[in-house]
């Protein structure tokens, strides 16, 4: 069973640019959430997908947006980068929505806004 | 709203000594709350959870227990090794958004030999 995956792992962008981050949700799971972690901190929730719809947001502006797709799969996009959204972002992903699952998380992909 | 306070580290410890991480919380109706752990250079792994009051939640040598009077789940290991060196996270679920995962902003455990 292949656990949750995220591309790229490492990624360097400049000020006002665009980026997209990608995750495959682990077999069976429709249920994907994405973190933000900045560096010396614990992740802060940004969204959530449950079959293809958005099931909650967190405390993030519009520029932060995502993509539930037939597969689970997910995507991040995120446009006007700031310097402080550089951090490691990752993607989790659960059977269910439901409260008690849990989160299965990917390995992140390290963003760097310059 | 619903929120995780830990204790701040970094904690050093020696081998074989006891471990407790302090976490206490803040929620509305009733969150399944977690220790999630990061080992150095890889993802966020969980360690344990506990979905209901007076529940124990326990993996390779950690226990913490949910306890509703005091909105705690303390982590507590009786015996620490070097390979538990890492950072530990408090967690609750809340479904104010979603099914969002809380998280506290980590205590860092280095266990010297």
């Known amino acids: 069973e292949t656990g949750v995956t995220q591309s790229p792992t490492h990624l360097i962008k400049t000020r006002g640019q665009q980026v997209t981050l990608r995750c495959s949700s682990q077999?069976?799971?429709?249920?994907v959430s994405w973190y933000q972690q900045a560096l010396g901190q614990g992740p802060q929730f940004i969204f959530q997908?449950?079959?293809?719809?958005?099931?909650g947001r967190g405390n993030f502006p519009p520029r932060f947006s995502g993509l539930q797709f037939p597969n689970y799969s997910s995507e991040l996009n995120v446009n006007a980068l700031e310097l402080d959204d550089s951090a490691l972002y990752l993607c989790?992903?659960?059977?269910?929505?439901?409260?008690?699952?849990?989160?299965?998380f990917g390995p992140g992909t390290r963003l760097t806004v310059l | 709203g619903n929120s995780v306070t830990q204790m701040e580290g970094p904690v050093t410890l020696s081998e074989e000594a006891f471990l407790t991480i302090n976490c206490t919380y803040t929620?509305?109706?009733?969150?399944?709350l977690f220790w999630y752990v990061q080992y150095p250079g890889e993802g966020l792994q969980l360690l344990l959870k506990?979905?209901?009051?007076?529940d124990k939640g326990s993996n390779k040598g950690f226990e913490a227990t949910y306890r509703k009077e005091t909105t705690s789940f303390h982590l507590e290991k009786g015996s620490v090794q070097v390979s538990d060196s890492a950072v530990y996270f408090c967690?609750?679920?809340?479904?104010?958004?979603?099914?969002?995962?809380?998280f506290g902003k980590g205590t860092t455990l280095s266990v010297s030999s």
């Open positions: 989790a992903s659960s059977l269910d929505r439901g409260l008690h699952n849990e989160q299965f």
């Open positions: 077999s069976g799971h429709n249920t």
């Open positions: 997908y449950y079959r293809e719809e958005e099931n």
């Open positions: 929620a509305t109706g009733y969150p399944s």
């Open positions: 506990a979905t209901k009051a007076d």
């Open positions: 967690a609750l679920t809340s479904n104010q958004a979603g099914t969002a995962l809380i």
